[in-house]
């Protein structure tokens, strides 16, 4: 038997453009996601987040769920467009009530919430602004999160400023394929650090509220990578890609700078003259705990050689493409499964960047689910996923990594951003149609491993 530490933390994390719909509802303003989706041509198949799955309706009905699962944990975002419509200005006190009844909810049901201030529903009005571009939106992320801390600051013990500010700086403004869709690697940059720069205002700004026994921290994404091969042109490129995935945001967070390559890489396109003095030492004010967001590992082609091959992902701006090393698992994302890259990142974290606890606040898969003709989702492959996942985790807290908790992607079937509906990562199946939840197979077999607190010796994957 794997056995986690006593304390650790098992739940399941959501994102309100995700799972709340009710995006005209008591006073809410539109996000850059409202626009972008209705937006002909950026979704698929033209999907908004419009009535998503409706938790801003069914909110008990999901709470009582998670307590069947028994989540210990829950892990959500708070919409800014509900707090402030127009990302200025006094709070819309219904859209705080919202929230209020959320963590209320979880209380009562003995569950942590793990509350995300940016889970990427930017205000459009601050888009129109110039969004992360400009300086001001990281001021006023910072008068937001002082609203918030102070109507739940309370009742939260945990607080995420942001999450993956990399898929917000470069997915959003950089490669395009997420809202506000630019195309253009110096905003990328510039979104980057003032994503970073809002982050240390709004710790600062929290941590001059009180409730100092809350746990502050920040979301990344990130992924081990190597060179697919042995060639020097390939170990550049990984370089490149792991500078911009993960030293482009780790080394300001712990480090306090920008990581030289990438100044050097980056300079035809920015002379990063957005930084001010003083803004490195805000960002890299020490936060209590970092969350990990992992889904893959990165196997890194040069450019070039890219061309004649099968790739993942490009990455332009890099002279880089990913691709599928041999004989891997792809999941209905087509993303690499590679249990043994958590264990990697989560060492690596820990011999490089910092000893204060860690917490995987998402890892799950996306499978081509379905109900069966007897009512049920087998979703065989998420629960080997996890398993194998868990496993590595467990390992790397073996060699000395301090993991407070493991939090799963998702707790619902969602709005899978520019893939709309298409993409399934729930534990629980949702119809759509008519908003019915069916827990699957995975859900059953989480509860499980909460309940025992780790995982039987058979790896169903033996
Ligand atoms: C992450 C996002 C999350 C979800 C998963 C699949 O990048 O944070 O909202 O879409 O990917």
């Known amino acids: ?32 996601w409202d626009t972008f989706s209705h ?18 309706h069914r909110v008990e009905e999901d709470l009582d769920l998670m307590a069947d699962v028994g989540l210990q944990a829950y892990r959500f975002s708070v919409a800014w467009p509900r707090i402030q419509p127009e990302g200025t200005g006094p709070a819309n006190q219904r859209g705080l009530d919202y929230y209020r009844r959320l ?8 569950i942590e919430p793990m509350l995300t201030l940016y889970h990427w529903d930017l205000p459009q009005a601050l888009e129109d602004g110039g969004g992360w571009t400009s300086r001001g939106t990281s001021e006023r992320f910072a008068e937001y999160t002082r609203i918030v801390y102070e109507a739940l600051g309370d009742s939260v013990g945990f607080w995420i400023t942001l999450n993956e500010p990399w898929v917000s700086a470069w997915l959003g403004y950089g490669i ?15 979104a980057t650090h003032h994503l970073l720069l809002g982050h240390g205002l709004a710790l600062e700004t929290m941590r001059s509220l009180g409730h100092t026994d809350n746990q502050l921290g920040i979301t990344l994404n990130l992924a ?77 082609v040069d450019g070039q050689r890219a061309s004649d091959l099968t790739t993942a992902m490009r990455f332009s701006d890099l002279d880089a ?19 043994d890259g958590l264990t990697e990142l989560l060492l690596r974290l820990h011999g490089e960047y910092t000893q204060i606890p860690l917490y995987i606040t998402e890892n799950g898969r996306a499978v081509h689910d379905y109900v069966d003709p007897e009512g049920d989702v087998d979703d065989e492959e998420r629960v080997a996923f996890l398993d194998a996942h868990f496993r590595a985790a467990h390992a790397a807290m073996e060699q000395g990594v301090d993991l407070g908790g ?5 707790l619902l079937d969602n709005f899978e951003w520019a893939e709309g509906y298409s993409k399934r990562f729930g534990i629980v199946f949702v119809e759509y149609g008519n908003q019915r939840r069916i827990p699957k197979m995975s859900a059953r077999w989480y509860r499980e491993v909460i309940e025992r607190n780790g995982l039987a010796d058979e790896d169903p994957n033996a």
């Open 1 to 32: 038997m794997v056995r986690f530490p006593e304390g650790f933390l098992w739940g399941t994390a959501t994102a309100s453009y995700q799972v709340e719909g009710a995006v005209n509802e008591d006073g809410r303003g539109a996000s850059i």
């Open 39 to 56: 937006t002909p041509g950026k979704v698929y198949r033209g999907d908004t987040g419009d009535s998503a799955c409706d938790q801003y």
């Open 103 to 110: 963590v209320d909810g979880l209380r009562r049901r003995n």
């Open 176 to 190: 395009g394929v997420h809202a506000p869709g630019h195309q253009d690697t110096s905003k990328a940059l510039a």
């Open 224 to 300: 081990p990578v190597r060179p697919a091969s042995e060639d020097a042109e390939d170990a550049e490129a990984a370089r490149r890609v792991d500078g911009n995935a993960n030293r482009l945001y780790l080394d300001p967070l712990f480090s306090g700078s920008y990581p030289d390559d990438m100044l050097e890489h980056y300079a035809p396109e920015s002379d990063f003259s957005f930084v001010r003095d003083g803004d490195l030492d805000t960002i890299s004010a020490p936060v209590d705990f970092l969350g990990v967001n992992y889904y893959m590992r990165h196997t890194v």
């Open 321 to 339: 493409a990913t691709v599928l090393p041999p004989g891997v698992d792809t999941t209905a994302m087509g993303w690499p499964v590679e249990p």
């Open 406 to 410: 493991y939090i799963v992607w998702s």
